[in-house]
């Protein structure tokens, strides 16, 4: 875990293992719980960390109520996960659990998902942050889908899940959906408009 008073949920994922032996790098990708409540110390932490980017994954609503401390710079990248144009087609009653949802957002919100993590991918050298409110899940996914084209596995992608609290299922889910679905976590990026050269960089980042 960092240390970025005042987020209470933010952590490099470096040093996971991938599928083929190799690591996660640390200082490449950062996931956290909103940025809005960092204080003046948090916020000179997270600088001295080196961060490039921020992927605010929140609605518009919620930047709206607590923009924080990123308002207006160019590191700030706000790509809402949620597509808001079609999420009132998304039927509730098909989507009873959390699992569901998590289902559900792949086609739903492939959109979002897609263009935050090729604000990732195309980010300069150096550490990006992806938060969403509670840094759970609308970041797990996101960042479960990353390390998945990666090659780290489910196990793994569900360890650091859990890290957040709560109970992996969602992610094995969503994981298990890509794999019925598309065959791994790349086809999936790549069916739904992420560039093959956008997927070596977010490889190349993280590996």
Known sequence: MLSWPDCRNVRDVGGLRTAGGGRVRTGALVRSDDLAGLTAAGLAA???????????????????????????????????????????????ALEPTLAGVYRGSLDRNA???????????????GPVVVHCL??????????????????????EIAADYARSGGDTGPVLALLDAVRARYGDAARYLLHHGLS???LTRLRTRLL
């Open 46 to 92: 997270l600088r001295a960390y080196g961060v490039v980017r921020v992927v605010d994954l929140r609605s518009p609503e919620e930047v709206r109520r607590r923009p924080g401390p990123f308002a207006g710079d160019p590191l700030h990248v706000h790509i809402p996960l949620v597509d808001e144009a079609v999420e009132h087609l998304r039927d509730p």
């Open 196 to 198: 093959p050269t956008q």
């Open 111 to 125: 959109r979002p998902i897609v263009a935050g993590l090729a604000a990732l991918a195309d980010a300069p050298p």
């Open 134 to 155: 509670a840094g759970r899940d609308r970041t797990g996914m996101h960042v479960a889908l990353a390390l998945g084209a990666a090659g780290v596995g489910p196990e």
